[in-house]
C-alpha cells in the first residue's frame, strides 16, 4: 500500500501524471494504509513533504483521497472549510516548508506536523473554551487528544510530539500583553516556533494582523521601548474592561 504514497510523490516530484488505470484504483485501495505501521508511515509523510514540493504533493494526496488515511481529523476538518480556512493556513504552512528547503534552511518534523494537525487542535479548543475550560488548559486537553489519536496512524517520537504541544500551547498566551508575561514568553525555548506559527496563523487570516506585528516590533524593541509597549497594552486592556463593565451595568439597569 505504500507505494500508493510513493506514486503520488513521484509524480508531483517528477512532473508525470498517473496512467487511469493506476491512479482509479488509488481513491478505493486508500485504506489499505491502515495495514501498514504506523512508524512507517511517519517516516513516509517526511518524505512527502520535505523533498520541496510539499504544497503539489498535498494536492496530490487529497486528490487521490491519500490525505485522509494519513491525517483523518485533518480532513474532517478540510471538508468542512470557512472562507478557505483551514486550507489556507495549511497552504502556507507548506509554502513555507518548500521555501525553506530551496533556501537550503533547516526543516523540522515538529513544525510539519504541528501544522498539519493544528485544525482538529484548534477546532477541539474552540469547543472546551465555550464550555468555559480556560484556555490554557483547553489548549493542553485537545493537544493530548489529538496526539493520541494521530499516532495510530503516524506514530512520532516524542522529540516530535513534545515541542508540538509546546507551540500550539503558547498561542494563547500571544494574546497576553500586559505585565510580565510577553517578558517570560519571550524566554520560552520554543518561542521562536510558536511565534513562526502566529505569523501563519496571521497570514492565513486567522490571528489577528495587529497582534502578530506586536510582537514582532517587541522583539526587535529595546527595553524603554518594551515598556512603553506593555503599557499601553495595560491601558487597551483597562478600557477593555471599563467598557464591558458599563455594558453589563446598562443591561442591569434596562432588565
Known amino acids: ?46 518524505k512527502l513533504f520535505f523533498g520541496g514540493y510539499a504544497v503539489q504533493t498535498f494536492e496530490a494526496l487529497r486528490h487521490h483521497h491519500l490525505f485522509g488515511a494519513l491525517f483523518p481529523e485533518t480532513e474532517r476538518c478540510l471538508a468542512q472549510e470557512h472562507d478557505g480556512f483551514p486550507l489556507t493556513f495549511l497552504a502556507h504552512a507548506l509554502d513555507r516548508t518548500d521555501r525553506r528547503i530551496q533556501e537550503g534552511k533547516a526543516v523540522t518534523p515538529y513544525f510539519l506536523f504541528a501544522a498539519l494537525l493544528w485544525e482538529p487542535v484548534r477546532t477541539r479548543s474552540e469547543a472546551k473554551l465555550h464550555n468555559g475550560i480556560n484556555d490554557l488548559v483547553a489548549y493542553q486537553e485537545a493537544s493530548a487528544e ?10 512520532f517520537p516524542r522529540s516530535v510530539g513534545q515541542p508540538m504541544r509546546e507551540i500550539w500551547g503558547l498561542q494563547p498566551r500571544f494574546s497576553r500583553l500586559t505585565g510580565s508575561r510577553p517578558y517570560r514568553l519571550l524566554t520560552h525555548p520554543r518561542f521562536r516556533a510558536a511565534y513562526d506559527f502566529l505569523l ?7 490571528a489577528d494582523p495587529a497582534l502578530a506585528d506586536w510582537w514582532t516590533r517587541f522583539q526587535s524593541a529595546d527595553e524603554v521601548e518594551r515598556k512603553a509597549m506593555v503599557r499601553d497594552a495595560e491601558r487597551g486592556d483597562n478600557s477593555t474592561k471599563r467598557r464591558r463593565r ?10
Open 200 to 206: 501563519l496563523r496571521s497570514e492565513s487570516g486567522e
Open 146 to 155: 489529538v496526539i493520541e489519536r494521530q499516532v495510530h496512524q503516524t506514530a
Open 246 to 255: 458599563r455594558s453589563r451595568h446598562r443591561k442591569l439597569a434596562s432588565s
Open 1 to 46: 500500500p505504500v507505494r500508493m504514497l510513493r506514486a503520488a510523490r513521484f509524480a508531483v516530484r517528477l512532473g508525470f501524471t498517473l496512467h487511469p488505470s493506476c491512479a482509479e484504483p488509488i481513491a478505493r485501495m486508500a485504506s489499505l494504509l491502515q495495514q501498514i505501521p504506523a512508524p512507517r508511515l511517519y517516516d513516509e509523510v517526511l
